[in-house]
């Protein structure tokens, strides 16, 4: 398996994935909202996308995340915004590596952390961010204003 960035070459075969992502959330399929979207993020550097590559070019999962700064830490985080396996794929490390990527990220940018959320109710993830040395916060609480 091949950990790379995306670039917009990989723009099509993206969507798809990043439509199922969607769908999993339960959100509309939309496979040209998913791809003007990603093409939006790559063309503007406002995300990094990292892609899972099997030995045929599959795209088989992707991370995206998000740059952001802690004002009390005066230094770069980031949000680790998006994760997602083709389910043909899952259950091979491909989580793991991926988020190794994002790591070696946050390393190479002197960020002093990667932060995430996921619902109480995503089993798998909550399962995989602790063996992966993320830890839950249980000190603060998470609010959301929406327009």
Do not use: C
């Not at 999993?24 to 909202?33: L, Q």
């Not at 830490?73 to 043909?88: G, S």
């Amino acid at each position: 398996m091949n950990i790379r960035k995306a670039t917009m070459h990989d723009v099509d075969a993206l969507s798809f994935l990043f439509d199922a992502y969607r769908i999993f959330y339960k959100k509309p399929t939309d496979f040209n909202a998913a791809k003007e979207f990603l093409t939006e993020r790559i063309s503007n550097n406002e995300s990094e996308i990292f892609i899972a590559e099997t030995i045929d070019s599959k795209i088989a999962g992707f991370v995206q995340l998000y740059p952001l700064f802690s004002s009390t830490r005066l230094k770069r985080l980031w949000l680790l915004n998006d994760l997602f396996i083709d389910p043909e794929y899952r259950s091979q490390g491909i989580s793991v590596l991926l988020i190794d990527r994002a790591k070696q990220l946050a390393r190479e940018t002197n960020a002093v952390a990667l932060t995430l959320e996921t619902a109480k109710t995503n089993t798998i993830g909550n399962a995989l961010y602790p063996n992966t040395g993320f830890m839950l916060d249980t000190d603060h609480n998470f609010y959301e204003w929406e327009v």
